[in-house]
T-cell receptor
Framework: GAGVSQTPSNKVTEKGKYVELRCDPISGHTALYWYRQSLGQGPEFLIYFQGTGAADDSGLPNDRFFAVRPEGSVSTLKIQRTERGDSAVYLC?????????????FGPGTRLTVL | AQTVTQSQPEMSVQEAETVTLSCTYDTSENNYYLFWYKQPPSRQMILVIRQEAYKQQNATENRFSVNFQKAAKSFSLKISDSQLGDTAMYFCAFMKPLGSNYQLIWGAGTKLIIKP
């Protein structure tokens, strides 16, 4: 595709359930970032992938959060035992490594609502 | 730790007017990058303009320009001849590469409303 895509666009779940959020980066972009944007705030960094490996996961809030990128393209953010405080927009961004790494291209985000 | 502060939660101006959005940041680093992103209701973050800290000249992109004051750690965005399509949330962001990690640190945003 032409840009970063994220699915689903919206996800409503109940407290305690498991959810998966998907990100399809721009083809050829080796760097991939996940951010979380709570209501009325700016995004916060969660995790950064370079290729298939999580190069920096220091932003993940706790061990209920996990992300993978098995083939170096699509990434999935997984949240176990969801809590109401996990409600937010989850943004994914990708960029070129070795090209212009300063420009991150963002997807439209997934709005997660935990009831 | 780096922090980014946007002190204006909301601003409103008439179409065709000029508006300036404020941003300050705190860092002990000397080399870094600063950005302004626009987020319309569609939620898609769109890069508006960026500035490399080592460049003294202020960045300009058509109607958008910045006033970068490195010593004061200030990075304001000026929008000239504002248009209805400029209505959106605007976020200031800081980037200091850590190895290959170019994560962004964000301010809380300013809601800009352009009135017809």
């Amino acid at each position: 595709g032409a840009g970063v895509s994220q699915t689903p666009s919206n996800k409503v779940t109940e407290k305690g359930k498991y959810v998966e959020l998907r990100c399809d980066p721009i083809s050829g972009h080796t760097a991939l970032y996940w951010y979380r944007q709570s209501l009325g705030q700016g995004p916060e960094f969660l995790i950064y992938f370079q290729g298939t490996g999580a190069a920096d996961d220091s932003g993940l809030p706790n061990d209920r959060f996990f992300a993978v990128r098995p083939e170096g393209s699509v990434s999935t953010l997984k949240i176990q035992r969801t809590e109401r405080g996990d409600s937010a927009v989850y943004l994914c961004a990708s960029s070129v490594q070795g090209g212009d790494p300063n420009e991150q291209f963002f997807g439209p985000g997934t709005r997660l609502t935990v009831l | 730790a780096q922090t980014v502060t946007q002190s204006q939660p909301e601003m409103s101006v008439q179409e065709a007017e000029t508006v300036t959005l404020s941003c300050t940041y705190d860092t002990s680093e000397n080399n870094y990058y600063l950005f302004w992103y626009k987020q319309p209701p569609s939620r898609q973050m769109i890069l508006v303009i960026r500035q490399e800290a080592y460049k003294q000249q202020n960045a300009t992109e058509n109607r958008f320009s910045v006033n970068f004051q490195k010593a004061a750690k200030s990075f304001s965005l000026k929008i000239s001849d504002s248009q209805l399509g400029d209505t959106a949330m605007y976020f200031c962001a800081f980037m200091k590469p850590l190895g290959s990690n170019y994560q962004l640190i964000w301010g809380a945003g300013t809601k800009l409303i352009i009135k017809p």
